[in-house]
């Protein structure tokens, strides 16, 4: 179990599923006030994704496309509706939050632990109770997204055939 009183910082971003990316955008702008700061597409081996990163303030929303009807993300939307894909936790030390979660068991995450420069990722299984999938984020100096880390991300999502 994590400690939230020490390492949750608060919630990097919002990760959601939509069937039309350019309709979801409009809404967040018009309706809310998000503006884009980052358009990205990613492919996988089979399956691919277009995203666009999102910001109000301190809020941050990535909407996500699916390309194909094998795209996980466009499975997600299929059987669950558009809506909340994931919630990314920020985390000041993302090796003790693995630890303190995991106590051993290395099933619990559904990706590898994911570093570049200012940047590391994890995915948490999807909670079967809840629906939730989490994304534990810590930030070091560097507050995008990093290509490499979003291709390897969903390229192991991709291979487990997770929505």
Known sequence: MIHTNDNIIGIDHLAIAVP?????????SKMLGF??????????ART???????????????LMEGIGRDSQITRFVDE????????ALRVRDI??????????DDGLFSTPRLDSDGLSQIFVSRDP?????IELVERRDYNGFRDENVQRLFES????DLV
């Open 35 to 44: 503006e884009i700061v980052e358009r990205r597409e990613t492919q996988g």
């Open 129 to 133: 109770t809840t629906g939730l999938m």
């Open 80 to 87: 669950h509706g558009a809506g909340v894909q994931h919630v």
């Open 20 to 28: 039309d990316l350019e309709k979801a955008i409009r809404w967040a």
């Open 95 to 104: 090796g003790s939050a693995i630890d303190a979660m995991s106590q051993g």
């Open 48 to 62: 691919g994704m277009k995203s666009a990163v999102m910001h109000l303030g301190p809020l941050t929303f990535v």
């Open 157 to 160: 999502l991709e291979r487990q």
